[in-house]
Nanobody, 116 residues
């Protein structure tokens, strides 16, 4: 069974940094475009960034210039380096395959809270 385990969240002051990690099991990671999403309280889940197997990246406007997505194909690991964090970055962060047809069940996510 494919599993996604996110970690690295926490409480940080505005302007601070966090590095999120996602451990992916099974075949979901290899060769696939992988992405990060976040969900703030009362809001729908929104896409943050994605990265293809060769390292090509794309970011939501809200993340561009502050967040960096990366991956370690040998370890089936996905990362999100978040700098200059803002209170509006608060939410639960999830990873998954970018293409809907390749996605597996969402994991529990990791909570990011940015205080002002």
């Amino acid at each position: 069974q494919v599993q996604l385990v996110e970690s690295g969240g926490g409480l940080v002051q505005a302007g601070g940094s966090l590095r999120l990690s996602c451990a992916a099991s099974g075949s979901i990671f290899s060769g696939n475009v992988m992405g990060w999403w976040r969900q703030a309280p009362g809001n729908e889940r929104e896409w943050v960034a994605h990265i293809d197997a060769l390292g090509g990246t794309n970011y939501a406007d809200s993340a561009r210039g502050r967040f960096t997505i990366s991956r370690d194909n040998a370890k089936n690991m996905l990362y999100l380096q978040m700098n200059s964090l803002k209170p509006e970055d608060t939410g639960i962060y999830y990873c998954n395959a970018y293409r809907p047809t390749l996605r597996t069940a969402w994991g529990q996510g990791t909570q990011v809270t940015v205080s002002s």
